[in-house]
């Protein structure tokens, strides 16, 4: 989706802000003892109480409001009686559609105590994003995004998934343009169009590059159970910078 009123900006303003929040009010609700259902249970009260719709259930017939993923796996996790335990490192994703509109966020939260590994990987993992984000502007090569946060990753000692990547989003989840890498890839000759509406999302690890798909259908691991983290914004590339739409 590109952006082509102060509408549409608004309305993505929106849905932005509610699926932030909801992401916020979940991690802090997150605690040893609740199994990821109830804290599913929370996300889904929050979205349905201002009219919005869970976007991969609707888009995928997903089973579960938002995914919540608890280590090793690190993405697509379905909510279910999984318990919650001190130490576990869990990833909540939170897309929702709002009159027409989609948001997309993430990230990763560990819950206390933390190990002093874990707690850099997940302060590293935002600046990652960040890196990204800041990489962004109109007219720039969108491999730009994967170069600079590709560039954090080995100034720190850290590997990055490389079959997850960012994408459109906007007038549906999934939308143009597909995979957008999250490292670098030079053969990618694509540009950057004013109002570009789309997620920034590395997935950064302890060592790994690949996820494989579990027998549900939908959880992703690191085949060494290498620990991962993911945070996520969806923007708008403007004149002035990115636009981060989904800031609590």
Not at 131 to 138: H, L, M, N, Q, Y
Not at 204 to 230: I, K, N
Not at 241 to 247: A, E, I, M, N
Request: charged share 25%; with cysteine; net charge negative.
């Amino acid at each position: 989706m590109t952006i082509e009123s102060e509408d549409q900006l608004d309305r993505l303003r929106t849905v932005g802000g509610l699926v932030a929040r909801t992401l916020a009010a979940m991690g802090q609700a997150l605690e040893p003892g609740m199994t990821t259902r109830e804290l599913d249970g929370i996300g889904r009260a929050l979205l349905e109480k201002e009219g919005a719709r869970s976007a991969p259930e609707l888009t995928y017939g997903f089973p579960g409001a938002t995914c919540i993923s608890v280590g090793p796996d690190c993405a697509h996790g379905i909510p279910d009686d999984t318990v919650v335990k001190a130490g576990d490192l869990i990833n909540i994703d939170v897309s929702a559609e709002l009159d027409g509109y989609f948001g997309d966020t993430g990230a990763s939260f560990a819950v206390p105590p933390v190990r002093p590994r874990v707690e850099r990987l997940c302060r590293d993992g935002r600046r990652a994003m960040w890196a990204g984000i800041r990489a962004v502007k109109p007219g720039r090569p969108l491999n730009a995004v994967g170069r600079s946060i590709e560039r954090f990753a080995d100034q720190n000692g850290y590997s990055l998934v490389r079959n997850l990547a960012s994408h459109g989003v906007g007038r549906s989840l999934h939308d143009e343009p597909a995979h957008i890498p999250t490292w670098h890839e030079p053969e990618d000759r694509r540009t950057i169009p004013e109002g570009l509406v789309f997620t920034i999302e590395p997935f950064l690890s302890l060592g790994a590059d690949w996820v494989e798909e579990r027998p549900d259908g939908w959880s992703l691991y690191p085949p060494m159970l290498q620990p991962t983290v993911q945070y996520e914004h969806t923007l708008v590339a403007t004149r002035r910078g990115p636009v981060v739409l989904t800031l609590a």
